[in-house]
């Protein structure tokens, strides 16, 4: 039934085939043709060892969010004009005590608002051919960057936090970010900010600036809300004490509440939701006093 629905549908039908002529090209390949495709390979010993000479960035990295703050007052983005009056909208309304508030459903913030306007720390770790950065906020913050001497592909995938290319100059490592979903908000606060409407283009230069202390200069591209590229900086403060380690968060756990079901046992129950979020019961609703 199914294969017959599709077949009176071209457009599904040729989704359908195609799909079915994929499977059977990959269950017929031989082992010898899908050995001698591009894989990564395990690292030579030389490249474990490489990652001695690199820069110490060990420990976790809080941000310096009095310098957020500072940076968007004195170097704000250079919006658009239609850009402009939307974050004006989202200013004022903020100021009012109504907030529209961006990141609802605990999606991720995505590039580049996570190293623009986290509140968050962020761990970062050295394997061959790549950097993971490791955020503390939810299970969801992950960035991968790879080192390897990759190039971006010609079409790659969008994602929340985009596709990430990087390369070591001296003690510098350079990000180049593509790929980031239209959706993902270029934001200067949490309630302030715009979706980046496609083609955001990010590059980083992360260093040392001090012992313990981390600069990030980006250069931000978005054609369709910015009138010229944006440069700035955000600071992080490396933290090496137990008390600062990092510990799992899961934003979507606030949404669900621990009870238990009909045979006793533990189970999480989804709280109800009002614009996005989830109310909790013991709490005043702040939504329940709009008209």
């Given amino acids: ?24 090209q990959i269950a017929l390949t031989p082992a010898a043709s899908l050995a001698a495709a591009p894989v990564n390979l395990p690292p030579a010993p030389a490249a474990w060892t490489a990652l001695a000479s690199l ?22 983005p250079p919006w658009t004009s239609e850009a402009a009056q939307k974050i004006q909208a989202l200013v004022a309304a903020e100021k009012a ?44 913050r992950l ?25 070591w100059q001296g003690d510098t490592l350079v990000i180049d970010t593509i790929g980031v979903l239209p959706e993902v908000y270029l934001a200067v606060s949490e309630a302030v900010g715009l979706p980046n409407d496609g083609d955001l283009h990010v590059v980083e230069r992360i260093h040392l600036a001090g012992p313990d ?41 606030g949404a669900f509440k621990e009870s238990k079901d009909a045979a006793g046992d ?14 909790v019961e013991d709490r005043p609703n702040p939504s329940s006093s709009k008209p």
């Fill in 55 to 76: 820069p110490d960035w060990s420990g976790v990295w809080v941000p310096n969010v009095t310098d957020q703050i500072q940076q968007m007052a004195t170097n704000p």
């Fill in 213 to 253: 202390i981390l600069h990030d200069d980006l250069e931000i591209t978005a054609p369709h809300i910015l009138a010229a590229p944006w440069k700035t900086t955000r600071i992080y403060y490396r933290q090496r004490t137990r008390q600062a380690e990092i510990i799992e968060g899961v934003c979507l756990q």
């Fill in 1 to 24: 039934m199914i294969f017959a629905s599709l077949c009176r549908q071209p457009m599904r039908r040729l989704a359908f085939l195609s799909l079915a002529i994929g499977v059977a």
């Fill in 97 to 140: 005590g109504a907030p529209k508030g961006l990141f609802i459903d605990c999606l991720p913030e995505g590039m580049p608002s996570w190293m623009l306007i986290s509140h968050n720390s962020f761990e970062a770790l050295f394997t061959p051919g790549r950097v993971t950065f490791l955020g503390e906020s939810d299970a969801n």
């Fill in 266 to 279: 533990a189970v999480f129950q989804p709280r109800p939701q009002v614009d996005g979020n989830p109310v």
């Fill in 143 to 167: 960035r991968r960057i790879y080192t390897d001497g990759r190039a971006h592909q010609p079409d790659p995938d969008p994602s929340f936090h985009g596709e990430s290319i990087g390369h």
